[in-house]
C-alpha cells in the first residue's frame, strides 16, 4: 500500500459521515479542543482527547500554521492564531445583528432596553443592543467590556460553569467594586450562581450602576457562550416587573437558540 503524503492527504479529504469534508471537520475539532484547554496545547495532548493519531493531527496543524490560524510556540506547543480574532469579531457582530430582531421583540413586551452579551475570555463583551422606547432609559455601548461578576449577564453565563472554574476566573480578574452593592468575593459571587440555578435567571441589582436593574437568561445551546438580558431603571424593573419580565426573556431565549441552531444546521 502507498504510503507516501499525498496518499494521505487524499484519504483526510474523504467526505466524512455526515456529507462534509473529513478534513475540514477534524481541522476544526481540533481548533475548539484548543480553544476548550486555554488555547494553547501540545500534539501528544491533542491525540489523547481526540483519538487521531498524531501523523494525521501534525499534518493538519501544519496547515493551520501556514494558514495562520495556529502558530508554533518556542516550546514546540500549538497555539491559536491571530487570524482566529478576525473571524470571530466578525462573527460576533453576525451574532448581533441575528439577535436584532429578537432583542426589539424583548423591547416590545417588557419596554426595557434589550442586549446580547457573550463570554470572551474572561469578559463580559455586548454584541446586540434595542434601545427602551422610556425618555429614561439605559444604554450600554456595544462592544463595551465588563467583568461578570458585577452583571446580570455574566451570572447568566457562568451559572453552569463548575465552581473551580469561577473561583480560577475570578482571581484572575480580581472583583473590584462598581458600586457599594457590587458582589466582591468569591463566597458571595457563587452564592449567586447558586440563585441563577434555582430560579432560572439572574438579577443585577444596583450592582453595576446605581438606579439600574437587569435581568438575564443565557441563550440555551448557543454556540458560543451568550445571554439576553433587560435592563432599566430600578423604580420601574421592579420585583412585580420581574414576574412579568422573566418569563418572556426565558421564551426569547429559546426562540433565539433554535434560530440559531436552525442557521448553523443549513449552512
Same mark, same amino acid.
Given at each position: ?26 481541522? +476544526? ?109 439605559? +444604554? ?20 453552569? +460553569? ?26 458571595? +459571587? ?78
Amino acid at each position: 500500500m502507498p504510503t507516501s503524503s499525498a496518499s494521505a492527504s487524499t484519504t483526510e479529504s474523504t467526505k466524512s459521515p455526515s456529507g462534509g469534508v473529513q478534513s475540514l471537520e477534524r481541522a +476544526f475539532d481540533l481548533l475548539e479542543r484548543m480553544a476548550d484547554v486555554g488555547g494553547e496545547v501540545g500534539l501528544s495532548e491533542l491525540s489523547a482527547s481526540s483519538g487521531l493519531p498524531l501523523p494525521t493531527i501534525h499534518r493538519l496543524m501544519r496547515t493551520l500554521v501556514v494558514c495562520g490560524y495556529v502558530r508554533q510556540q518556542p516550546n514546540r506547543r500549538y497555539a491559536l492564531g491571530p487570524r482566529l480574532i478576525r473571524l470571530g469579531e466578525s462573527a460576533s457582530r453576525l451574532l448581533g445583528t441575528w439577535a436584532r430582531p429578537y432583542l426589539a421583540r424583548l423591547v416590545e413586551e417588557t419596554g426595557e432596553t434589550a442586549n446580547m452579551a457573550l463570554l470572551d475570555g474572561d469578559e463580559i463583551v455586548y454584541v446586540a443592543q434595542v434601545p427602551s422606547k422610556h425618555s429614561m432609559r439605559m +444604554f450600554t455601548e456595544v462592544g463595551r467590556r465588563v467583568l461578570p461578576h458585577s452583571t446580570g449577564v455574566g451570572k447568566a453565563l457562568l451559572a453552569d +460553569f463548575p465552581a473551580d472554574e469561577v473561583r480560577a476566573l475570578l482571581a484572575r480578574t480580581g472583583m473590584p467594586a462598581a458600586t457599594d452593592k457590587t458582589i466582591t468575593t468569591p463566597d458571595g +459571587f457563587l452564592a449567586a450562581l447558586d440563585d441563577v440555578r434555582t430560579l432560572g435567571y439572574a438579577v443585577d441589582d444596583n450592582e453595576q450602576e446605581i438606579g439600574v436593574r437587569c435581568l438575564a437568561v443565557s441563550v440555551p445551546n448557543s454556540p458560543t457562550a451568550a445571554a439576553i438580558s433587560i435592563s432599566g431603571p430600578a423604580g420601574r424593573v421592579t420585583e412585580t416587573a420581574t414576574e412579568r419580565i422573566v418569563p418572556v426573556l426565558q421564551q426569547v431565549a429559546v426562540e433565539l437558540s433554535e434560530a440559531l441552531a436552525s442557521s448553523v444546521a443549513g449552512s
